[in-house]
Structures are given as structure tokens and as C-alpha cells.
């Protein structure tokens, strides 16, 4: 998988070193957000300027009706050999020596991939949850992906279908006569057909656990530290605010404007790439 990543820039040398010093401190907390994945071929729902990009499915609209459903799942079957294909960069992989160097003692991310996990990172709290889970909205039964894409294909023999990019949520785009003659899966312990992958759509909101998770980490850390991530939603923004309230160093890399540059004591407009590998050079 691959896609077109914005041009190198030279990197800011002052705040480079104020992250070092930073980060060499340890106990940080990490935030991730989709520029952490755009690297493996996973693009981000919003460009530099901070626009979106595509529109997402919603929450609201996924539960409306089977015909939403359908369009959702269409998608997202032929986009699923794709995404499920995406490997680490070289940014997961250093998050990951980070942790088991010691530094980082709690990582957050707000990306459904995997990518973290995959790259050697653990623990990882999943703040929107992962697209290789499957939850039946009407009983509560999960399934495995993989599982459910298979009773996909068995209820779709010969469904081809052509398709642009991948999108940020492991769907693609397909045309109306492609979507109308797919057929979805069915719960295997209630019939419904209300099966949603485990992640938070558009509109949805995070379980209040996981988010007090979250701030405990965030409180329990000597600095956050906001990786690819525009903040554009509250979801991940009241992480920094917390942080800021808190007195704690705010340290935030990414391409890009973003909601959280006046909390920020440290700002790298930059790429992950050029950044993180680095950063695990020069501290471990």
C-alpha cells in the first residue's frame, strides 16, 4: 500500500531539542493520531490546512437503516485486503522503543488499525477501537473480522467490484449499482444484521471508561507528547487541555496547523518519519 506523502521540511532545530529534552525526562504519555499511519499507506481524514478530506460514515447514518449498512459494508469489503495489508513504519516502531526503553509509560491512540500493536507497542489503549473487531449492535456477540468478511464473500460469490484509494476507515469508494446488489451478513446468534465494526464512527461518542482510562494515564505522566493528530475533534483536543490545565509540557509533531498549538510548549511541523527515528537514536 502506498500514498503520496507532503514534502520533506527541514527540521526546526530548537524544537527538536526542547522534544529531546522532553521525552529524555521519561514518564511521557502519547497521543496518536492518523498521521502516525499515512506511512503505511492509510491516509488521514484531513489535509495540512486541517479540512477534511472525505466524509466519513456516521454513527447515525450507519444505524438508520439496512440500505446505509449496505453501502458501509460494500465499501468496506473490497477496502479490507487493502487496510488489512498495511504494515508498521518506522514511527510505530519507534514508539515501541520508546516504551520498552522506558521512556513512554502510556501510549493513546485514536487510529482503528492495529498498527501500534503490530509495530511491538504494549500496552495501547484503542480510544476509537479496532476495525478487526466486529460487534453485533442488537445482542452484543463480537466476532473477529476476518470471520465476518468471509460470511461476506460466501454471501457474495463473484462480487467484483473497482475502486479508487483506500480510505481512512478501511472503506473505498464504489458506485451505487455496485453497492445495490450486495448482500450483508446476519449475527449468527440473533440473525440481526446490525453487525458494525468495534470503532467509533462520526457522531458516536467513547465509551466513559476508556476515556477516564485515558486521563489517567494522561495525569499519572510528566509530559503528553500528540503524534499525527490535527486535534480537530474533541475526542483527542481534551487530552491537551487536561494537560495544559494541569501545568504539564505539551509537545505536539505533525504536518500542519492544529487545535492544540496554543497549549503546545513544544510545536515540530514535521514528519513523523524524519522526527521519531531520530528521537530513538539520540535517547536510546
Same mark, same amino acid.
Given at each position: 500500500?502506498?500514498?503520496?506523502?507532503?514534502?520533506?521540511?527541514?527540521?526546526?532545530?530548537?524544537?527538536?531539542?526542547?522534544?529531546?529534552?522532553?521525552?529524555?525526562?521519561?514518564?511521557?504519555?502519547?497521543?496518536?493520531?492518523?498521521?502516525?499511519?499515512?506511512?503505511?499507506?492509510?491516509?488521514?481524514?484531513?489535509?495540512?490546512?486541517?479540512?477534511?478530506?472525505?466524509?466519513?460514515?456516521?454513527?447515525?447514518?450507519?444505524?438508520?437503516?439496512?440500505?446505509?449498512?449496505?453501502?458501509?459494508?460494500?465499501?468496506?469489503?473490497?477496502?479490507?485486503?487493502?487496510?488489512?495489508?498495511?504494515?508498521?513504519?518506522?514511527?510505530?516502531?519507534?514508539?515501541?522503543?520508546?516504551?520498552?526503553?522506558? &521512556? *513512554?509509560? /502510556?501510549?493513546?491512540?485514536?487510529?482503528? $488499525?492495529?498498527?501500534?500493536?503490530? %509495530?511491538?507497542? #504494549?500496552?495501547? @489503549?484503542?480510544?476509537?477501537?479496532?476495525?478487526?473487531?466486529?460487534?453485533?449492535?442488537?445482542?452484543?456477540?463480537?466476532?473477529?473480522?476476518?470471520?465476518?468478511?468471509?460470511?461476506?464473500?460466501?454471501?457474495?460469490?463473484?462480487?467484483?467490484?473497482?475502486?479508487?484509494?483506500?480510505?481512512?476507515?478501511?472503506?473505498?469508494?464504489?458506485?451505487?449499482?455496485?453497492?445495490?446488489?450486495?448482500?450483508?451478513?446476519?449475527? &449468527? *446468534?440473533? /440473525?440481526?444484521?446490525?453487525?458494525?465494526? $468495534?470503532?467509533?464512527?462520526?457522531? %458516536?461518542?467513547? #465509551?466513559?471508561? @476508556?476515556?477516564?482510562?485515558?486521563?489517567?494515564?494522561?495525569?499519572?505522566?510528566?509530559?503528553?507528547?500528540?503524534?499525527?493528530?490535527?486535534?480537530?475533534?474533541?475526542?483527542?483536543?481534551?487530552?491537551?487541555?487536561?494537560?495544559?490545565?494541569?501545568?504539564?509540557?505539551?509537545?505536539?509533531?505533525?504536518?500542519?496547523?492544529?487545535?492544540?498549538?496554543?497549549?503546545?510548549?513544544?510545536?515540530?511541523?514535521?514528519?513523523?518519519?524524519?522526527?521519531?527515528?531520530?528521537?530513538?537514536?539520540?535517547?536510546?
Amino acid at each position: 500500500m502506498t500514498t503520496a506523502l507532503p514534502p520533506r521540511t527541514v527540521l526546526d532545530e530548537t524544537g527538536y531539542a526542547a522534544l529531546l529534552a522532553m521525552v529524555g525526562r521519561g514518564s511521557v504519555a502519547v497521543l496518536t493520531g492518523a498521521g502516525m499511519s499515512t506511512a503505511s499507506g492509510i491516509p488521514d481524514y484531513r489535509g495540512p490546512d486541517g479540512r477534511r478530506r472525505v466524509q466519513p460514515m456516521q454513527h447515525g447514518e450507519f444505524l438508520a437503516s439496512s440500505g446505509d449498512r449496505r453501502r458501509y459494508w460494500a465499501r468496506a469489503y473490497v477496502g479490507w485486503a487493502r487496510f488489512s495489508a498495511a504494515r508498521p513504519n518506522s514511527a510505530h516502531r519507534s514508539i515501541a522503543r520508546l516504551q520498552q526503553a522506558g &521512556l *513512554v509509560d /502510556g501510549l493513546i491512540t485514536q487510529n482503528v $488499525d492495529g498498527l501500534h500493536q503490530a %509495530g511491538g507497542a #504494549a500496552p495501547v @489503549l484503542e480510544l476509537h477501537g479496532n476495525l478487526a473487531r466486529v460487534v453485533c449492535l442488537t445482542c452484543g456477540e463480537g466476532y473477529a473480522r476476518e470471520q465476518v468478511h468471509e460470511w461476506l464473500r460466501q454471501a457474495n460469490p463473484g462480487f467484483t467490484a473497482s475502486s479508487g484509494d483506500i480510505r481512512p476507515d478501511g472503506d473505498v469508494v464504489l458506485a451505487e449499482a455496485q453497492v445495490q446488489r450486495f448482500r450483508l451478513a446476519r449475527c &449468527l *446468534v440473533c /440473525g440481526s444484521d446490525v453487525l458494525k465494526p $468495534d470503532v467509533v464512527f462520526f457522531g %458516536g461518542s467513547v #465509551a466513559k471508561p @476508556l476515556v477516564e482510562r485515558a486521563f489517567t494515564i494522561v495525569q499519572a505522566a510528566r509530559s503528553l507528547l500528540v503524534l499525527g493528530s490535527s486535534l480537530q475533534v474533541m475526542s483527542g483536543y481534551r487530552f491537551v487541555r487536561r494537560a495544559s490545565a494541569l501545568g504539564m509540557p505539551v509537545a505536539v509533531v505533525t504536518r500542519g496547523a492544529t487545535r492544540g498549538d496554543a497549549q503546545a510548549t513544544v510545536r515540530l511541523d514535521a514528519l513523523l518519519g524524519d522526527v521519531l527515528p531520530r528521537l530513538v537514536a539520540d535517547l536510546t
